[in-house]
């Protein structure tokens, strides 16, 4: 689920936990300070309290858990991944060598995360100082193509300098 997606299902707004009035503590309960700056006091029971606090410690660890995720696997170096068309652009330029074998793990574990199993296409390049495909087109997320992609990602290797402008002109032709 995307983020927004997310957000409008458990902002604190649309679990009408968002509130604009400032809350501060008072001898019987607390002072609503409105906008124009008229103070009215307000008060809760214990159990009112109880259930806010409740509610609150339960958002706490939705949103906790929400976070853990999105910083775990491949959302965390990728994100997360919504499009329905992906091309991968892997620089292979000899700048890379160091990062390259951590990267390409990473490739694999976005392939099998955000990209196998969902209703999409997908393609990889890879350049320095030329461009390769892995296929002419944009091709379904099945297991089969998951398996030789990242066969074909296995296989690369770096050197050369990058030409950028030539990947991107190419992922932009994508079917």
């Not at 997908?122 to 495909?133: E, G, M, R």
């Not at 892995?134 to 193509?145: A, G, H």
């Not at 030789?148 to 994508?174: D, F, P, Y």
Request: charged share 20%.
């Amino acid at each position: 689920i995307s983020s927004a997606d997310w957000l409008s299902k458990y902002s604190l707004q649309s679990l009408d936990l968002y509130n604009k009035k400032m809350l501060t503590p008072c001898s019987n309960g607390f002072k609503h300070v409105t906008a124009d700056g008229q103070v009215i006091e307000l008060s809760l029971s214990h159990q009112q309290l109880n259930k806010r606090m409740q509610q609150i410690k339960s958002v706490r660890q939705r949103y906790t858990a929400r976070l853990q995720w999105l910083l775990s696997d491949s959302r965390l170096v990728f994100g997360c991944i919504q499009e329905k068309k992906i091309v991968i652009m892997i620089d292979v330029s000899s700048s890379m060598s160091v990062h390259f074998p951590e990267l390409k793990e990473q490739l694999m574990a976005l392939i099998d995360e955000q990209i196998l199993g969902k209703k999409c296409s997908f393609n990889v390049l890879a350049y320095s100082t030329k461009v390769s495909q892995w296929k002419s087109n944009l091709v379904p997320s099945t297991e089969d193509n998951r398996t030789e992609a990242q066969e074909w990602i296995g296989s690369l290797s770096t050197g050369g300098s990058s030409c950028l402008l030539e990947a991107i002109n190419i992922s932009l032709r994508q079917k």
